[in-house]
């Protein structure tokens, strides 16, 4: 059976469209294709792939009772299992249309993982999974002993569920307290045959925002148990196969370092002295592993004050390129914040604004707490604010905030806060324009692309742009930050000049979509600037060519970028009917005193 961090790991994955690798044996030789996890099927036991395709060509060759390698990675973490396929045809996934797809078994075990992170999978509705406790006496003297009566059977609201433990929701005020021993009923569904058992400790309680209910923090006891683990997978199974929209499984308390001692500290798994003696310096470890470690100590008490203390010292180029990290550590980032709020460190506060792989709350604390020059870098990140809006409502509430910030505000809202249906992605010639290019790799190679694969791709993308023109303004923003492949060809050629401002910052985008949006005569002199200010694509040899050749470019940021240019970029740039006499002049002379 799938461990219980396996299991989070790969319902994650499938619940964020992971790209996966295939690899299956045919008579004539091994072959290798590309798709992407879909769905969990509602017996709980099988997975929904994207049929298999190679160059964006899909291959309807699999059959029922192949037998295939999947190869994902997921939050940096790289996994791989064996299964079997079930069945072949169409399924309507989610809100993505139609699709071809392969049903594939459920795995019995993970392989190859190089290190498994934690989840947390979050469950925004209330009616999903109902849950019962009592208090009980605890024999093994784990938690305190149980007071018969008083606490049976109180009914409860689970709110997020993890391979620990979980978060529960309960209404009014409860006689249950930390260390508390508790066995918990899970009711999965009104078909559900019997409730699921699991039994843990109460470790915290807080308030809810209305005073009245409470949220009760449980660990879960024996987790090692084999009936246990079959129980907890049921639970986050279930949630997955039959809500997917209501749950998000987000990775936690996972590190950067592949340091052991690091991760040993993360995991809480080192003595106090260990801890003094990293602080007092005697182990030799890079800048970036001594933040981890620290942020990690200072959740202990006896060392937070040096631990924090030591942070400080850390140089802020170390703070600032972790904090822009795609899979940075939340709770390192959240530290390096809070320290960055106090300081006015503006490079960390920067890092953090331009990381769309954040939650909207690391936005939203600076919203509120932050100054006047930070609450600036938030205002120029238009896109951001315009697919969350309530990062403008904090904002408003504070008090470093300018009149000329406030105008700014109210203008954003009243360009897009009240508009409901931004302009439409024109179906014509986007469907095919995006046909060529998705099918331009499987044609080069002499692929034999049949009618069925062509009209599968156009249904597809014809599902795809509805479902995107159907979107608010703010919800198409949000999209592009995350997109996949085929939702970013169609933004890409998007006429609200805010949505290509937020793909662009997409960590998936490729150099040559970048290129094709620098090529496409809709995409406006402020996106041309701002691919030219990310130092990613500045890095990037076409890109820059492509920047050079590009008319919509300040003329002193072209000058500049000439000096990156090969010879024999800038005699393709003198080729360009597009660049600009002075940008010329200066690639000609670049080139003759080469």
């Not at 498994?116 to 093994?140: E, K, S, Y």
């Not at 303004?473 to 998007?494: P, Y």
Request: aromatic share 6%; net charge neutral; charged share 25%.
């Amino acid at each position: 059976m799938v461990h219980d961090s396996d299991l989070f790991f790969l319902l994650g994955a499938i619940k964020n469209r992971v790209p996966v690798d295939i690899d299956v044996a045919r008579p004539t030789g091994p072959q290798h294709f590309f798709s992407r996890f879909c769905d969990l099927h509602a017996d709980e036991t099988s997975i929904y792939l994207e049929c298999p395709r190679k160059k964006g060509v899909y291959h309807r060759t699999f059959r029922k009772g192949d037998r295939i390698w999947i190869t994902f990675q997921n939050f940096g973490f790289r996994l791989r299992f064996e299964s079997t396929v079930i069945e072949t045809g169409d399924r309507q996934v989610s809100d993505s249309g139609v699709l071809p797809v392969i049903r594939i078994a459920f795995p019995d075990i993970l392989q190859d993982g190089d290190r498994r992170g934690m989840f947390r999978a979050t469950i925004r509705t209330r009616d999903l999974v109902q849950v019962a406790f009592n208090r009980i006496a605890d024999p093994d003297g784990a938690g305190q002993p149980g007071i018969p009566g008083r606490t049976d059977n109180v009914q409860a609201v689970m709110m997020d569920l993890s391979e620990k433990g979980m978060a529960i929701q309960i209404s009014g005020e409860s006689e249950v307290g930390p260390g508390d021993h508790l066995r918990f009923s899970f009711t999965l569904g009104k078909e559900a045959a019997a409730p699921v058992v699991i039994e843990g400790i109460v470790r915290n309680i807080r308030k809810g925002d209305d005073r009245v209910s409470q949220f009760l923090g449980i660990e879960f006891l024996t987790r090692k148990n084999r009936q246990d683990r079959q129980n907890l997978q049921r639970i986050a199974a279930y949630a997955m196969a039959h809500r997917p929209q209501d749950v998000r499984f987000d990775p936690m308390e996972r590190i950067v370092s592949r340091n052991y001692l690091v991760q040993k500290i993360a995991d809480g798994d080192v003595p106090d002295e260990v801890s003094t003696l990293l602080m007092d310096g005697r182990f030799s470890l890079t800048h970036e592993e001594q933040l981890e470690a620290l942020v990690y100590i200072s959740g202990s008490d006896r060392h937070r004050e040096q631990a924090l203390s030591l942070i400080q010292h850390i140089p802020t180029i170390t703070k600032q390129v972790y904090a822009e990290r795609s899979y940075a550590n939340h709770r390192v980032v959240s530290t390096l914040l809070n320290q960055a709020l106090e300081t006015a460190n503006h490079a960390v506060i920067k890092s953090v604004v331009k990381n769309t792989s954040l939650p909207v709350q690391f936005l939203l604390k600076i919203a509120r707490e932050g100054s006047t020059r930070a609450l600036g870098m938030l205002l120029r990140e238009e896109s951001k604010l315009v697919a969350y809006p309530e990062i403008l409502e904090v904002m408003r509430k504070n008090t470093h905030l300018t009149p000329q910030m406030v105008r700014r505000i109210e203008s954003i809202r009243q360009r897009y806060a009240d508009r409901n249906l931004p302009e439409d992605i024109p179906r014509h010639p986007v469907i095919q324009e995006v046909i060529r290019e998705v099918e331009r790799g499987g044609a080069a190679e002499g692929s034999s692309s049949t009618r069925d694969d062509d009209a599968g791709i156009g249904r597809r993308l014809e599902d795809t742009l509805q479902r995107i023109n159907s979107l608010s303004m703010g919800e198409r923003i949000k999209l592009a930050f995350h997109a996949h492949k085929m939702e970013r060809l169609i933004l890409a050629r998007d006429p609200n000049q805010i949505v290509l401002a937020a793909l662009i910052e997409n960590p998936e985008m490729t150099e040559g979509e970048v290129i094709s949006l620098l090529h496409a005569q809709t995409t406006g002199r402020e996106i041309v600037y701002q691919i030219s200010q990310l130092g990613k694509w500045r890095r990037m040899r076409r890109v820059v060519k492509a920047l050079v050749s590009n008319p919509k470019l300040p003329l002193k940021i072209s000058l500049a970028l000439v000096s990156r240019l090969t010879p024999e970029d800038m005699g393709d740039v003198l080729q360009s009917e597009t660049v600009l006499p002075d940008v010329r002049d200066a690639v000609e002379q670049a080139l003759h005193r080469s």
